[in-house]
């Protein structure tokens, strides 16, 4: 079947379930969307793109942007990060805070919310200022998708940094442990700014095909990463990239792949392409239902999955 024809089979098969779930509520800015959307887009390693639903419509990526930031933060500072963030399922919500008090303030994996907000540290700390390590996280997006207009929603970011309190309150811990280097509250506005990053499925799936390719644009053809960092970031996505339900996503889907409370998921197919969904109504982990339905059938319809 061709795959366009995969899309709109989906399209329909899921429609019956929009409305199950709830979108976020805890970022007031993302409570009033339309909790009924769904889109799905796929690019190809050819450029090629097909498209179904709202893939047009842009969303708050949120932690999708950790992809991002980690991809950056282990370019800049290879295996020496691992001393601070870990590569281990943390089999606990992604914004948990007692698994970090006994673990001395060193985050599971750099995608739950610790992770990464240690991760943005590391960035302020290698661009020396927050505004630059903002500037630097933006044009490698810009640099991934193609696609310089890309930008941030500052009234979301605005409204994180207002309700985020549990965020300063993981901040603060690891800084008691001595595992953040610079002010709190000026890591954690290059953060809310990262997960304010505002994107449409269609050019997220653009962005993610260095990861299905070794690390290389096949497109632009300019290398992001290296072969092992490559490997290295999808195994995490694969076993960290859905909090407490990434077992049942490699489960359902078998790919590594990437939520955002926003309602978006990526998936990588290495080799072949990068898929992205977005449907904001979101499960118990807080992974967009929908979405990990459509990826689900994806990888049942086309064989598509790593296994
Ligand atoms: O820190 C937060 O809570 C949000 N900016 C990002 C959380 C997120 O997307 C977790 N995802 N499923």
Redesign the pocket.
């Known amino acids: 079947m061709e795959l366009k024809d995969v899309l709109s089979e989906i399209h329909q098969e899921v429609a019956p379930l929009l409305g199950q779930g709830k979108v976020?509520t805890?970022?007031p800015a993302l409570a009033n969307v339309d909790p009924m959307q769904f889109g799905m887009a796929i690019t190809l390693n050819n450029g090629q793109q097909f498209g179904v639903g709202s893939y047009q419509t842009a969303f708050s990526i949120?932690?999708?942007s950790k992809v991002f930031t980690y991809t950056l933060a282990l370019r800049a500072y290879q295996d020496g990060l691992y001393k601070r963030v870990w590569r281990e399922p943390s089999g606990n919500p992604?914004?948990s805070l007692v698994q970090l008090e006994y673990e001395a303030g060193i985050p599971r994996n750099p995608f739950i919310?610790a992770g990464?907000i240690v991760v943005c540290d590391s960035l302020v700390s290698h661009f020396s200022s927050e505004t630059k390590a903002f500037d630097k996280i933006l044009s490698f997006i810009h640099e991934c998708s193609g696609d310089s207009n890309i930008t941030v929603d500052e009234v979301v970011a605005q409204s994180?940094m207002e309700h985020?309190y549990?965020?300063l309150a993981l901040a603060g811990l690891m800084k008691s442990f001595g595992n953040f280097d610079n002010g709190i509250i000026e890591v954690l506005k290059t953060?809310?700014k990262h997960?304010?990053i505002v994107m449409n499925a269609q050019q997220l799936s653009r962005s993610m095909l260095y990861l299905a390719n070794d690390g290389t644009d096949p497109i632009s053809k300019k290398q992001l990463i290296n072969s092992t960092q490559a490997k290295r970031i999808n195994s995490l996505l694969l076993t960290c990239g859905h909090?407490d339900a990434s077992g049942d996503f490699a489960f359902r889907v078998g790919l590594p792949g990437k939520?955002?409370?926003?309602g978006g998921i990526v998936a990588v197919v290495p080799g072949v392409m990068a898929i992205a969904v977005y449907s904001p109504a979101?499960n118990e982990s807080?992974?967009s239902l929908v979405g990990t339905k459509a990826l689900e059938l994806f990888t049942t319809k086309t064989g598509y999955s790593i296994f």
């Open positions: 976020a805890y970022i949120q932690s999708i992604f914004n919310n990464a994180e985020g549990r965020n953060y809310f997960c304010s909090y939520s955002g409370v926003g979101l807080g992974n």
